[in-house]
């Protein structure tokens, strides 16, 4: 099994910065793609960004030019720096990561975190 455990968000004025943080661990070959996704209450998940393996990013358009994803294959972390907050960015994020958990086969399998809240008050 793989486990994904987030960290950071909390609370801030709006234009102030937040870092959220994903470690995943367990049974874990390879991952592909780490993203974030976000869900505000009332509202169905959305994608915030995506990264993979090589480094390659894919935002929103709601956040791009404010928000900035990055990992660390070598420790299979992933951040989201996100600055200019607004309270539209009020929302639980989730960690998401594709995984290959064996060098047996080419399948991967979808793991999500339990999500952080972010609030940003106007």
């Known amino acids: 099994q793989v486990q994904l455990v987030e960290s950071g968000g909390g609370l801030v004025q709006a234009g102030g910065s937040l870092r959220v943080s994903c470690a995943a661990s367990?049974?874990?070959?390879?991952?592909?793609?780490m993203g974030w996704y976000r869900q505000a209450p009332g509202k169905q998940r959305e994608l915030v960004a995506i990264?993979?393996?090589?480094?390659?990013?894919n935002y929103a358009d709601s956040v791009k030019g404010r928000f900035t994803i990055s990992r660390d294959n070598a420790k299979n972390t992933v951040n989201l720096q996100m600055n200019s907050l607004k309270p539209d960015d009020t929302a639980v994020y989730y960690c998401?990561?594709?995984?290959?958990?064996?060098?047996?086969?080419?399948?991967?399998?979808?793991?999500w975190g339990q999500g952080t809240q972010v609030t940003v008050s106007s």
């Open positions: 990264i993979t393996s090589g480094g390659s990013t």
């Open positions: 998401n990561a594709d995984v290959r958990t064996t060098y047996l086969s080419t399948r991967s399998q979808n793991y």
């Open positions: 367990g049974r874990i070959f390879r991952i592909n793609a």
